[in-house]
């Protein structure tokens, strides 16, 4: 057998929204999404919601991530989303509160069966919980669960579930140690 792209067939799958609300997402996305100012964090929050992401409060994200379609996405309270993050939200991308989601990373619920002669499309959520920080270019496959408080150092790929408080790096992500957070104590 040979791939055959041809009869390459998506018919099954839905975006969640008519192609309209997908091309007026778009058009806003790329323009009063992407070109407010640097601490427009509300009004960003605040397009978001219109197209029925669930944003919790006091969240950050920056002008430039990118979202495919923000209907699948759910960010818990005082999460930040850096710069030029994509979410390929095929899938739902579920984000805890107080989590990081650091510069270039990619969160992508979207693939391709590669047995498959006609190249399918597989979609599988992404869940990131509470207190994690996915670091600097980190991708995230689909499927993916990491759990509370773990780390994923920059520049990682992260194949498979991430425990609590664990810390973890490379390609593909491996564990390198536990994340002990410190109670604060003064104002350092």
Request: with cysteine; glycine share 6%; proline share 3%.
């Amino acid at each position: 057998m040979k791939v055959e792209l041809k009869k390459y067939d998506q018919s099954w799958y839905s975006r969640g929204r008519s192609n309209l609300v997908v091309l007026i997402w778009w058009i806003v996305q790329g323009s009063l999404f992407r070109f407010s100012i640097h601490n427009m964090y509300s009004w960003r929050n605040f397009l978001l919601r219109l197209f029925g992401a669930k944003i919790g409060k006091n969240v950050q994200i920056r002008s430039t991530a990118k979202f495919t379609y923000p209907w699948k996405v759910i960010v818990g309270d005082y999460t930040w989303i850096g710069d030029n993050v994509k979410l390929y939200s095929l899938d739902n991308i579920v984000i805890g509160s107080n989590c990081i989601i650091s510069q270039e990373s990619y969160l992508c619920t979207g693939s391709h069966n590669i047995s498959d002669p006609y190249f399918g499309l597989v979609t599988k959520p992404i869940i990131i919980k509470d207190g994690a920080w996915v670091a600097s270019d980190v991708f995230v496959y689909p499927g993916v669960t990491i759990n509370e408080h773990a780390v994923i150092a920059a520049r990682s790929t992260v194949t498979k579930d991430v425990p609590d408080n664990m810390v973890y790096a490379g390609n593909p992500a491996k564990f390198c140690k536990k994340r002990n957070i410190a109670e604060k104590i003064g104002n350092y």
